[in-house]
């Protein structure tokens, strides 16, 4: 569909100023200043809007069309003949909210130009979200004499940006609802973000404790861990770190880490994006695992000191026994190494003699069955212990036996 002539003295147009009104060249302008145009056939307009990337819709004051270029009949497969004459109307859906509109028509009607999004209907009935600026054109006298529009089909970029909008609320929900505490880090280790868990563990730690001093924490208990993977991004996992909280339950964590490559969001970082090392470190509390298995310890070292005061009865009965059965051995050997010198030669066929150095032997025996039967102690090795642990694991062993003495234990381990 080629451009309506417009008569000479009107057919000259000033740029679209900062409004976006399209306004008609005025005779002094004409006469004393040259126009954007100058130099160019119309021909050379009317092409470049018949050709131009962007539907482009000419109406006059009641959206009855009067012209539209090829890129209008691409998107809503109408073609030009179909819709000179009528109104654009036809391209509406019916489900574009009549605010709208409202807010559509009240800007032409100040002569300024309006921006939006509207759902149009194409020829083939489906539908699609038409990105729309429509601007007044003026006549010299500032008069509105047509509506130039705009568009273009961003029913793809929405769905893209939709999309995306969806995933991030998604990503947030889990990450929110994990039971895990996670925090992402910059390369100052800085916090950019961490869900609700995280903040509630720093909150146990202490009544003034803070997420960044939780994380300060971390770094001092986790080592080299954090620095590597700051440096080389070195992930890490498993790495378990325990806070002792005095006279409450010590805090069981373990750690994994890993790196996240961030680009540049900067505009001449397009072609070139730097990039940025972020840290994620998740963290899950193992508290009630280890406890578990220090529940299990307690009992077995109860069972060991159990069975360890047995041990110790039956070493005092053996020894008891071997003193009391000492005495009579010794005396029966003292009297028979007696008779043996009083007897001198005579001594060695003597029945009473054979009868004691019988006696004697059976004596010496049985204390030595006795002595080897006495429980041997445990040679116990060395090895490195945790004294907050040894002292929480005392005080929990001899609990009953401290207060009975009205002895109270107090301490309060350092975090770090």
Same mark, same amino acid.
């Given at each position: 569909m080629?451009?309506?002539?417009?008569?000479?003295?009107?057919r000259?147009?000033?740029?679209?100023?900062?409004?976006?009104?399209? @306004?008609?060249?005025?005779?002094?302008?004409?006469?004393?200043?040259?126009?954007?145009?100058?130099?160019?056939?119309?021909?050379?307009?009317?092409?470049?809007?018949?050709?131009?990337?962007?539907?482009?819709?000419? @109406?006059?004051?009641?959206?009855?069309?009067?012209?539209?270029?090829?890129?209008?009949?691409a998107? @809503?497969?109408?073609?030009?003949?179909?819709?000179?004459?009528?109104?654009?109307?036809?391209?509406?859906?019916g489900?574009?909210?009549?605010?709208?509109?409202?807010?559509?028509?009240?800007?032409?009607a100040?002569?300024?130009?309006?921006?939006?999004?509207?759902?149009?209907?194409?020829?083939?009935?489906?539908?699609?979200?038409?990105?729309?600026?429509?601007?007044?054109?003026?006549?010299?006298?500032?008069?509105?004499?047509?509506?130039?529009?705009?568009?273009?089909d961003?029913?793809?970029?929405?769905?893209?940006?939709?999309?995306?909008?969806?995933?991030r609320?998604?990503?947030?929900?889990v990450?929110?609802s994990?039971?895990?505490?996670?925090?992402?880090?910059?390369?100052?280790?800085?916090?950019?973000?961490?869900?609700?868990?995280?903040?509630?563990?720093?909150?146990e730690?202490?009544?003034?404790?803070?997420?960044?001093?939780?994380?300060?924490?971390?770094?001092?208990?986790?080592?080299?861990?954090?620095?590597?993977?700051?440096?080389?991004?070195?992930?890490?996992?498993?790495?378990?770190?325990?806070?002792?909280?005095?006279?409450?339950?010590?805090?069981?964590?373990?750690?994994?880490?890993?790196?996240i490559?961030?680009?540049?969001?900067?505009?001449?970082?397009?072609?070139?994006?730097?990039?940025?090392?972020?840290?994620?470190?998740?963290?899950?509390?193992?508290?009630?695992?280890?406890?578990?298995?220090?529940?299990?310890?307690l009992n077995?070292?109860?069972?060991?000191?159990?069975?360890?005061?047995?041990?110790?009865?039956?070493?005092? @009965?053996?020894?008891?026994?071997?003193?009391?059965?000492?005495?009579?051995?010794?005396?029966?050997?003292?009297?028979?190494r007696?008779l043996?010198?009083?007897?001198?030669d005579?001594?060695?066929?003597?029945?009473?003699l054979?009868?004691?150095?019988?006696?004697?032997q059976?004596?010496?025996?049985?204390?030595?069955?006795?002595?080897?039967?006495?429980?041997?102690?445990?040679?116990?090795?060395?090895?490195?212990?945790?004294?907050?642990?040894?002292?929480?694991?005392?005080?929990?062993?001899?609990?009953?036996?401290?207060?009975?003495?009205?002895?109270?234990?107090?301490?309060?381990?350092?975090?770090?």
């Amino acid at each position: 569909m080629a451009l309506q002539r417009i008569p000479a003295h009107r057919r000259r147009l000033r740029p679209i100023d900062e409004d976006m009104h399209m @306004t008609q060249a005025t005779p002094e302008r004409d006469a004393g200043q040259p126009a954007a145009s100058d130099g160019l056939a119309p021909e050379v307009f009317q092409q470049a809007v018949e050709h131009a990337p962007i539907a482009i819709s000419i @109406t006059d004051l009641k959206a009855n069309i009067p012209y539209a270029n090829r890129a209008f009949s691409a998107i @809503t497969g109408y073609d030009s003949s179909e819709v000179i004459g009528k109104n654009e109307s036809v391209l509406s859906n019916g489900t574009t909210p009549r605010l709208a509109y409202q807010a559509l028509w009240g800007r032409l009607a100040q002569k300024k130009a309006w921006s939006g999004m509207l759902v149009n209907r194409r020829k083939d009935d489906s539908c699609y979200l038409a990105e729309l600026t429509v601007a007044p054109v003026l006549d010299e006298h500032e008069r509105t004499i047509h509506y130039l529009g705009m568009h273009r089909d961003s029913s793809d970029q929405h769905k893209l940006e939709q999309r995306v909008s969806n995933q991030r609320l998604i990503i947030e929900a889990v990450v929110d609802s994990a039971p895990a505490a996670i925090v992402v880090l910059d390369h100052a280790l800085r916090i950019r973000l961490s869900n609700p868990s995280f903040n509630r563990l720093a909150a146990e730690l202490g009544d003034q404790a803070t997420p960044a001093q939780l994380v300060s924490l971390l770094q001092d208990n986790l080592g080299g861990a954090v620095e590597a993977l700051k440096a080389h991004g070195q992930a890490f996992t498993g790495k378990e770190v325990t806070f002792d909280l005095g006279g409450h339950t010590p805090r069981w964590l373990s750690c994994h880490g890993r790196a996240i490559l961030i680009e540049g969001e900067r505009a001449d970082d397009f072609f070139d994006p730097g990039e940025e090392n972020y840290l994620l470190l998740t963290v899950n509390d193992i508290t009630g695992l280890r406890q578990q298995q220090q529940a299990s310890q307690l009992n077995a070292l109860k069972v060991l000191m159990a069975e360890e005061e047995l041990l110790d009865g039956m070493r005092e @009965t053996f020894n008891g026994a071997i003193h009391r059965l000492q005495g009579p051995v010794n005396l029966i050997s003292a009297a028979l190494r007696m008779l043996e010198r009083r007897l001198g030669d005579s001594a060695e066929g003597d029945p009473v003699l054979s009868a004691m150095r019988e006696a004697s032997q059976a004596g010496m025996d049985a204390l030595e069955s006795l002595s080897g039967s006495i429980p041997q102690r445990r040679a116990g090795g060395c090895v490195p212990v945790n004294i907050n642990q040894l002292i929480r694991e005392v005080v929990s062993l001899m609990t009953d036996q401290l207060l009975a003495q009205g002895i109270v234990v107090d301490w309060q381990p350092a975090l770090r």
